[in-house]
């Protein structure tokens, strides 16, 4: 589940989950949902997997690795999962997305992934993210 949030001249998502790796999937439907309100139901499921030393920079390496697939594959990144898993090394993450070709949806473009007022909170109910987008 995610929210969009207004902030200043960018966009935020408030996103959660009963796991680590769900908040990090609905942080990426709100990144998509922040790009495009009505997807089409075509399009390809493809695979990524991140590693980092925190799970800040894990979080931000996901997203911006979406955007990057965004920009070279010419697909929206939406139906994503996700699932982290704690490593010697810090942290891992193995995820799938639907990737709906920008030719068939009307976008918006979101510039970046910031650190700006990043949280990653455990919480009573699972896991909290929120995550700040330079549009």
Do not use: Q
């Amino acid at each position: 589940m995610y929210e969009l949030r207004e902030h200043t001249a960018d966009i935020a998502v408030e996103a959660t989950g009963e796991t680590l790796g769900d908040a990090f999937a609905a942080a990426a439907d709100g990144m998509a949902a922040a790009m495009c309100e009505d997807v089409p139901a075509n399009g390809e499921r493809f695979e990524l997997a991140e590693t980092a030393t925190s799970r800040d920079r894990l979080l931000y390496d996901y997203l911006d690795t979406l955007i990057y697939e965004r920009d070279v594959r010419g697909v929206l990144p939406v139906d994503n999962t996700a699932t982290v898993t704690e490593a010697d090394d810090g942290y891992r993450l193995t995820a799938s997305a639907r990737g709906v070709p920008l030719s068939a949806v009307h976008a918006r473009d979101l510039k970046a992934v910031t650190y700006s007022e990043m949280e990653i909170a455990e919480t009573r109910d699972g896991w909290r993210a929120y995550v700040v987008f330079d549009v």
